[in-house]
Structures are given as structure tokens and as C-alpha cells.
């Protein structure tokens, strides 16, 4: 085969590095995106964080700072910090900062150390009388324990894993077994939810209704679960406010002792937008605080516009060109970021404006289609734009994704949306009677008399989705 030369023209899209990152931060959460510069920072000394800069009057973008290579100035007078009722909601905020300097703010919160259960444990151990020997079978008790202070492992199985030369038998564990259960919280080293309740009512007056309870949680907890009151008062033989008094001391106790001991990160999430209102109009700004503060560094560029002019071709002087070309974007995309976040949020408010007035029961249905011809955008940039990024209003902080929703269809022929229905069925369970709850069905016959049609399956759905339990679980005596 004779081997030819032939020119073809097409056209296919290309993204540039500029592009690729630019795409890349859109969607990054606030935590992320600082990660994100941390990097940036560290490995580009052209690039540097604005040190000791004060915001003028509550606005970004004082004389004294430079326009052109700060994205701060980015944000003005309209982006300032709310004063007022707003100022007292943002320092409240989880995650807000706060001035060093201010006298008179609240002390800063900082999340202490916490004791796990089994030094806890640990350390009434120490105090007790137990000779060495005891202690040991009871700290191996608890190794054995899990997160909620359940002993999950039999006592066959742990004596199998002790020495041999220890010479401990059944009984002798058994002892320590009793002591473990004897330090707190109540009912720790308990192998079953029965035994977790009856240990913490060990305590408790031995009067009819503590009997009554003990007696239900041995043989009826079942029962006791699936609302079944009638049969525990048959089984029992008890008045119904003897059973009302056991279910109250039940439902008082701790089915998870070692639960208030599990050590978890807690996570503070820094609002991306504030929305406050002004002469009677719900605007949405970015929060200052949410925006990192850079700039290029100034001797770094003056060093290289003087290498620039004397025509130095070094490849240092190459490389810092391009970290001068990359911060640049940086800055660039990050202030393009903002914009655009700050443009949905206002698309957002403006059509969810009823809910900022009156609650959840006024959401109007809303799909990333709607924002994105407005603002000329494609879907898949208000789908990174709207995840995990955060809104803080009067009603709450929520993500941008929370307010958009599908709609069910109403007798007037407009549409209802989906929170609006789920606000409402929480408020119709919440006013129920508890000895007859509403079923799924009558829920549903109910909305259908406000127009509202809405099938029995999908009133199932969204309960289960706020966590509401169904009716013949939520019947009570």
C-alpha cells in the first residue's frame, strides 16, 4: 500500500490548564478550596496570603490595598459583614472567625479532648479495692467491650483467650463480670438490651410500676417495640396507667451507656453566602470570611520585570514566569468562583423569597434547569456550583442543593414542592392525636382536601425520609 499525505480540517474542544482548574475549584467545598491554596501556596513564591489586612467599614477592597492583585477587591461595599440582628446570626455560626482582638467577643470555642469509655472505665477501676489479680479480669473485660459499652464476646470466648497458667475459671469471671457492671455509666458489660436496662433500674425503688417495668423489658420488650399494648396489659395484668408509668421509666433509660464516649470530629461548616434583607428585598452576598485573601508577591514580580528588561533569558527567570502566569490564574479563578456562586445564590433567593418569609411550607419546586437559563450557565456548572457550598439565612444554614426540589402536581393545576410537602406532613404529625396517629393514607386524604395530590406510597417515602415512624409506631397509650 502506497503511503499518501492528506490535510484535514476539524474543530473539537480542548481545556486548557486554565480551564481545568478553574472547573476543578467550582466545585470544591469552602474546606476543600482552602486545601487546595495551602498547596498552591507552598509550592508557588510568587503567590502569597494578604497578612494583617482589615476590611474598611465592613467592605473588601480599601484604597490602601492593591486593586489589581488582590481578589479581594473583587467583593464590595454590597458583600460587607451584616450588622445588627445579621451580625449577631453570623457570629453565631459554627466555624465564623473572630477578631483576636475583640474584648468583648465570646470566648472561642475549642472542642476539648475527650475521655474514651474505656479510660473512663479504667479510672474507677483504679479506685476500687479489687486486688491486682480482679483488676486485670476485669480490664480484659474491658478490651472486650464495643462503642456502645455492649459486651458482645461470651465469656467462654474470653476465658478461652486468657494464659493458661492464669488457672481462671468460669466463676472467677462471672465475679469480674459484676464488677465491671457495677461502675458507671449504668448498665456497661451488658450482652443484651434486656440486661443494658435492667442494670440501670438496679437502683430504683422496688415499688409495683419498677416491677412492672423489669418484668417488661424480660419478657415484652418485643411487645413493648411494635406498640402492643393491649397484649402487655393482658400478659401482665396491669391498669393502664401502671403500664403509661413502666413505658415512661423505659423510654427514660439508655439503650447505648457507652455511646456518650465515642469520639467523633466535630465538623463546622463556614457559610459561602449570607442572605439578609434589605427595604423589604431578600439579597444574597458572599461572606467575606468564606474568601481567601491573596495576592501576588510584590518582590518576587518586581525581580522578574527587572530580569524581563534586561532581556535575561535564564531558566530561573522561566520558571518564575510561569509561577507569576499561575498565580495569576489562581487568582483569577478563584474570584470567578465567588461571582458565580454569588450569582446563583441571588437566582435562588429571588425564588425562594416565600420561604424566607414563611418556612418550609412555602418552597416553590425549583430544578437546576431554571437557574441555568437565567444565568446562561449549563446544568452540570449549577450542579458544582450548588454541592457544598452553604447558605446562611434567618430560617437557617443550608446547602445551595437543599433548595431545589421536584413538584407534585396540585388541583389548581399549579405545583406544590416536595419540602413544602414534607413540612407539612411533619406539622400534621406533629398535631395528631398519639392514640389514634394519622396513617399514610389519611395523610394523604388530607393534603388531597388542600389540593395537594399526593399518592399513599410517596407520603411513605418522604416520612421515611424526615425519620418519621409509621402510625402503628408511633401509637402510644
Same mark, same amino acid.
Given at each position: ?192 438490651? %434486656? ?26 420488650? %418485643? ?31 439508655? %439503650? ?137 439565612? %434567618? ?19 399549579? *405545583?406544590?414542592?416536595?419540602? *413544602? ?57
Amino acid at each position: 500500500m502506497k503511503q499518501t499525505l492528506q490535510l484535514k480540517l476539524s474543530q473539537h474542544l480542548t481545556l486548557t490548564p486554565q480551564l481545568q482548574q478553574s472547573i476543578r475549584l467550582l466545585q470544591l467545598s469552602t474546606i476543600e478550596l482552602n486545601q487546595e491554596i495551602e498547596q498552591m501556596l507552598a509550592e508557588n513564591p510568587l503567590l502569597e496570603r494578604e497578612e494583617g489586612f482589615e476590611p474598611a467599614d465592613g467592605a473588601y477592597g480599601g484604597a490602601e490595598q492593591p486593586r489589581t492583585e488582590s481578589i479581594n477587591d473583587a467583593f464590595g461595599a454590597e458583600n460587607a459583614a451584616p450588622d445588627g440582628e445579621w451580625g449577631e446570626a453570623l457570629a453565631a455560626a459554627p466555624g465564623t472567625p473572630r477578631s483576636d482582638d475583640d474584648e468583648d467577643a465570646p470566648t472561642r470555642q475549642v472542642a476539648a479532648a475527650g475521655e474514651s469509655l474505656r479510660e473512663h472505665l479504667a479510672g474507677q477501676l483504679a479506685l476500687t479495692r479489687a486486688t491486682p489479680r480482679d483488676r486485670g479480669l476485669v480490664t480484659a473485660l474491658i478490651e472486650a467491650l464495643d462503642e456502645d459499652g455492649y459486651l458482645d464476646m461470651g465469656l467462654e470466648e474470653i476465658l478461652a483467650m486468657l494464659p493458661e497458667e492464669l488457672a481462671v475459671d468460669i466463676d472467677e469471671l462471672g465475679a469480674a463480670l459484676k464488677l465491671l457492671q457495677s461502675l458507671e455509666p449504668a448498665g456497661v458489660g451488658a450482652r443484651s438490651l %434486656p440486661e443494658v436496662l435492667e442494670l440501670q433500674m438496679r437502683d430504683y425503688p422496688a415499688d409495683a410500676v419498677t416491677e412492672l417495668a423489669r418484668r417488661i423489658v424480660r419478657e415484652f420488650l %418485643p411487645a413493648l417495640a411494635d406498640r402492643d399494648f393491649g397484649l402487655i396489659r393482658r400478659e401482665c395484668r396491669c391498669s393502664e396507667s401502671d403500664l403509661k408509668a413502666a413505658r415512661e421509666i423505659i423510654v427514660a433509660l439508655n %439503650p447505648r451507656p457507652g455511646a456518650q464516649f465515642n469520639l467523633n470530629d466535630t465538623r463546622y461548616v463556614t457559610p459561602d453566602v449570607i442572605v439578609r434583607k434589605i427595604r423589604s428585598t431578600w439579597r444574597a452576598a458572599i461572606n467575606p470570611d468564606a474568601v481567601p485573601r491573596l495576592r501576588i508577591n510584590r518582590m518576587y514580580a518586581e525581580i522578574l520585570a527587572r530580569e524581563r528588561t534586561r532581556g535575561a533569558s535564564a531558566e530561573g527567570a522561566t520558571g518564575m514566569a510561569t509561577q507569576l502566569q499561575e498565580a495569576k490564574w489562581l487568582l483569577k479563578n478563584v474570584q470567578q468562583r465567588f461571582e458565580t456562586i454569588g450569582r446563583v445564590a441571588q437566582a435562588i433567593v429571588d425564588r425562594q423569597r416565600h420561604f424566607l418569609d414563611h418556612g418550609e411550607v412555602a418552597m416553590r419546586p425549583l430544578v437546576l434547569r431554571e437557574i441555568a437559563d437565567e444565568l446562561g450557565l449549563h446544568e452540570s456548572t449549577i450542579s458544582r456550583v450548588t454541592t457544598s457550598k452553604y447558605m446562611l439565612t %434567618p430560617k437557617g444554614l443550608f446547602e445551595l442543593k437543599y433548595f431545589f426540589g421536584s413538584h407534585v402536581a396540585t388541583d389548581s393545576g399549579g *405545583a406544590c414542592s416536595s419540602t *413544602a410537602i414534607r413540612a407539612l406532613i411533619k406539622q400534621l404529625v406533629s398535631a395528631e392525636d398519639v392514640k389514634r396517629p394519622l396513617s399514610d393514607s389519611k395523610i394523604a386524604e388530607i393534603l388531597g382536601q388542600q389540593g395537594i395530590v399526593v399518592a399513599r406510597r410517596t407520603i411513605a417515602k418522604y416520612r421515611d425520609a424526615l425519620k418519621i415512624a409509621p402510625a402503628n409506631m408511633r401509637k402510644t397509650i
